[in-house]
Structure formats: C-alpha cells, structure tokens
C-alpha cells in the first residue's frame, strides 16, 4: 500500500511510520505545519506546531529513509480548530480541540489530499486499534489503557476509518519508547505532548482572554444570590471547583462546583456536588464508525478525554442522541463529545448540548 | 605530507605549510579571475552566494551612507529590484532598521528590468543619494537574464556602484566581468559543479565595501577568516570548465528546453513563462488548478527532481516573491514549478519527465481541495 504517514515530531508518530515501513508499505512522511508563525525555540512544552518538531519529524523520515514533506495547513486549522475553539467557548461550551483536528484536518482534509495524489491510507501514531468486523473495520480501544486514544477518535466515520491506520494500537508506550530506543530514532526520549498545541504556553484563561478579552459578570447561586464575581465566564468549565474565588461561603460550608454558564447574561451558576449530577445527555451531530444505529439500544458511554466508561441506553436518531445513564455522573460539560461504546468498539458519538437530571426533573 | 600539499594549511601563516597554502589559493584565485574576466585583485574569497550578496549590498551602504572624503553628501539610498533572492531581499528589513532608504526596481510581466525604468530610478536626486544599485543577473526562478549593462551604465551616471548577484548566469549565459561595467558582482562554486562552501565577490578596483563580519583581515581587508585552498582548487577547477564548456552546454540546453515546452504545449492549462531573454537551462511553468508541491510530490515519486520558490525554515513552502513581483496572481504563482538542466541532463530526463507529467498533473489537480469524511 501507498502510506501517508503523518509525523509529528514526536516518538508515537516516528514509531508508527517505521512499523509501516516494516510492513512493507511504500511510506511517505508529512509534518503538518498548523501553526502560521512556527516557534523557534520552545522548553518544557511539547505540540505539533514548532520548528524543533518539524525538524525531529524530518529526522525520523531521514533515519527511515523515506520521502517527507511539510505541509502547510494553517489556513484549514485556524479557521476549523482555532476559530471553533474560540466560538465554543464564546458560547459557554467546553470545546475538545484534538477531536476537531481529527475531524477536520488529520483524517479530511489530509486525508482527502493524500487519496487524490494515489496513497491509499493514513497512518498515525495514535494508540487505537482497527479490527476487521463483520460490516466492516471498527474503531476499538488500545490496549494500553492509559494510551488509548479512541475517544479523540470517536469522531471518526467508517468512510475514514477505512483509510486510516494505526499501528501503535497493539503496544504499551513503554514498549514504543523501547522500540524507538532501539531503531536509533532520536526523539526516543522525547515528552509526551499534553498541551493544547496552539497554545504552548499551557495558559489557556490567557490565551482566552486575548481572543475574547475580559467581561465582569456576577457568579450567582442556584437561586440567584450573587456570591462573587468573575472576569469572564470564558474562564469556567461545567464542573470546575478550582479558581471561584467566592468571597462568600456556602451555607452548609461545603464546596462549591460550576453548574452553568450563560454566556448571554455573562453569569456563571454554582452549587453543591450533587446539583453537578445529570443522568440524561442530549447530543447533536452524530457520526457513526460503521452503520448508522438508529433506535434504542446498550452501550457504554464516555464523555470527557481519559474519563472512566458509563452504562447506558441510547436512544438515537438522525438528528442526535439521547443517553439515558445507568447512575448519575457529574461535571458533563456542553461542547465536550460523548463516545459511545459497545464493550471496547467505538460505536460513535455526539456533541453535548444539554444535560438533565430525570429524578429532579 | 599533507600540510606540503597546500590544500589544508592556513594562507596566512608564514610557515612552510602555510606559503604552500597560500601559493594554492592565489594560483586558484588567478584562475577564477581569469575566467571570470576579473583581475586577480579585483576577487574576494567569500563562503558563497548569500555571503557576497550581503557583503556588495550591506557593506556597500555602510562605506558610502555618510558624507566623508570625495563623498560630500552621503548616500543613504539602496536601489534593489524585486526579484532579487533571498540573500538581498531577506536582508532589505535589516537595512531598513539601520536607517537605510530602500528602494525596490519593478519588473515587467515577463519578469525583466525594464531599462528606461531602470535610469529613471538612478537619475537627479535619488541616483545621487544611492549608495548600490542591484539586479540580478540571471534570476534564479524565472531564468529571465537582466539588463545589467544598462545597471553599470546608470549607476556610472549616478555616481553609484553597481552590483549583480551572477549566481545563476556564470556557466550558463555569457559572463564578463570587465566587459559588464559592473562594479561588483557576486558568484558561487556550487553553482557550477564545484563544491559547496565557497563562492567570490567581485570587486572593481577603486570600489570598497565596508567588511560586515571582523577579524584577521584577510582579503583586502573585505573580508575576515580563514580561507580553505582546497575549496578554492574545486571552485577553480570547475568554473574554468564551465565557462570552457559554456556553448556546448548551452547548446544542448537550448535542444532540451525546446524539447520540454514542445511536449508541454499539447497539456491542458499549462503556462510556461517565457522571458524575452532567458537562460536556457530553465523552464518556469505553472500548472494551473494545481499545488505545485503536490506536483513536486507526485514527480519527485516518480524520479524527477523540480523545485518550487523557497521554503521557510519549518519547510512550508513560500508563494515566490519573484512571481508575484513579475505581477503573477497568488494562484498561478503557487501553481508554478521550474525544471533545472544541470551538465549531465539528456533527452532522456525531459521524456521521462513529459512521461510522467500527465497523470502527476491529473492527479494534483484532484487534490487541490479535496474534502472527506465530516469537515465542516
């Protein structure tokens, strides 16, 4: 196969083109120039936009011995990543930014390029696994647990599935380092990439407050007692506890949680833990990794990156889906992507644009 | 053994090894000079192009910006044209930022200096506050050969000193130091299949850029550090064959690029850009509806090496400032590739290329916005 192996700069990415390579692919690599003005020199924090990371991806390829290109594909990310971050947030809703890269840009707009210049595939160095189903390839959880990258996949059709490649899906890290170690690459020890990678210095309030600039609103409790302020509600996620700042406690003396932001009246609501706790989830834009499931049925839900899987029913339709959870959750954040999962195949998923709570209803 | 040979030692030692070294280096210095049509004298050492680009134009502008003796008023003033390469168009920030007064000379569509554009840009008042004036001999992108005699003559006028990045035109077109008129021209090995690291500026006598790096003093003074004889002997060697073989060469060229622009004329939206005056071994072409770097992908696959305008220090290719100068729209200059004959390109490379064309082409045009799968 014609392989079109994208390369971060990072050791997942160099490993998983040298296993296609192994595999006897005819590999090429590509480095995703995302950002329009490349850092020259960044310390500590790790992502996809830097000079340093173009040229350990370009190192990889060399030490490969495979084609590599750059391409630039700052225009699509700013307008289909950056911009809907920003937007996500003006709306009071807790974007996932590495989803919407898979969505819009590693797995369509790369895709679809390197399938009109005649490769067949990508290949990623993300840790899922594809399993040859009876309708198809499926999406299913890596089996390094605390590597599996499914959720940020979930978004994922069966369409790009079908092209895409993952060959870390099988290992533990540990023993991705090792391999890398031992082919000789040299970014073997490099970190892991935690951050969002358009913002290196890890500060997103700041970068927020640039974007979106500052408002003062009130923070207010559930039944509109002003008990603080705030400088923009852009600040808050649905859940949060940390960084209120309430000058006045509650009641009870018990911490308080972020239960609602309204952007339109710049209010952020907060209340004890249990008010966090919802058991039905509304989600639209609905993608599936094989065939459409419409109608009420079992699965397992996650709703937030590295979150543990929940029981549910679902009940699905074209529009959307609903998730009628087994147990209360808390903290389910609007903007975040619900996942749905039969055992460790990735059935699809949604965008979260509500939650309810059936038993306070 | 070694240090006898002349090729290693330092030419500025006083020692055995070192007059043995530096007899290599003035013998190699003779020999470029001569085929360069330059006096020995005349020829500074650099380490290559960018080096003497930054030395003629920036050293240029530093001996002359102020008034001093037999330069009553100072020329503060630079004339660069608009398709210079990155070594003189990347440094116009850093001239400007020391108080310099840059000026850019237009090009026509075809991408050459128009001469009568050219004098008025050099005459009154301006042409007396210019320090250097500088036109690309052949440019880089385009092949298109410049007026330069008409740059020596109106810089002459003027009383500013002319200079010519001739990179691309040694070995390739006619060139002639001391018939140019030129005051300063720049050159590099490597461009004529000598080895990388080593190229000459040339200096007409009674012409003295201020240095730009400091050090021992070697080369008149112009510039410092440490010369490498071995480097000079391949400059040397292989610019006395290019020059030698200049008309065979060219002759051939002229075949390939007729060969070339045949087989390109019975493609669809295909643009080759034509220079009134160009070198022959060059074809500028763009593709239109079409991503020259996926072209390139798609030939570079196939075995054939084509080159687009630059690439930034990440590697994301840059929409060619030269193009746009010569008036090209965004698209049709991101759609360009150039196709380079070097000494050893036959028949066979342009058939192979007009081979492989077609479906690279098709494809590339496919997958210029291509969308999959959910974007929104």
Redesign the interface.
Known sequence: MKVLAAMSGGVDSAVAAARMVDAGHDV?GV?L?LSRN?Q?FRTGARGCCS?ED?HDA?RAADALGI?F????L?EEFRV?VVEDFIAEYRAGRTPNPCLRCN??IK???V???G????FDAVATGHYARLVQGPDGVELHRAVDPDKDQSYVLG???A??LAHSLFPLGDSPKSQVRAEAAARGLTVASKPDSHDICFIPDGDTAAFLDRELGTAEGAIVDADGTEVGRHDGAHHFTVGQRRGLHLGIPAPDGRPRYVLDISPVTNTVTVGPHEALAVDTITAGRP?WAGPKRPGRWRASVQVRAHGEPLGCSVEASDDGVRVLLDAAAHGIAPGQAVVLYDQDRVVGSATIDSTAHRAAA | MWARSGLVGNASSLHASGRAARRVLEEAREEVAAALGAHPTELVFTSGGTEGDNLAVHGSWIARRAAGPGEPHGRPRVLLSSIEHHALHDLVPALVRDGAVVDRLPVRPDGIADPAVLAGALAGAAGRETAVASLMWVNNETGAVQPVQALAEACRSAGAWSHSDAVQAVGHVPFDFAASGLDLATVTAHKVGGPVGIGALLVRRGVSPAPIVFGGGQERGIRSGTLAPVLAVGFAAAVVEAVARLEEHAARWRRLRTRLLDGLAGLPDVRPHLPETASPSLVNVAFLGCEA??LL??L??AGVDASVGS???????RTSHVLLAAGLAEDEARSTLRFSFGAETGEADVDTLLRVLPEALE??R??RG???????
């Open positions: 090429t480095h120039a490349p020259s000079l173009s370009r084609p290109y750059v391409w630039d700052s289909d969505e819009s797995f369509s707009a895709l679809a390029r399938l009109a210049l005649g978004v994922l059709t369409e790009q993608s | 770097d996926d992908l798609l570079d696959a690439a930034c220090t990440a590697g994301v290719s494809r590339a496919r997958a291509a969308t999959f799968g959910s974007r929104r």
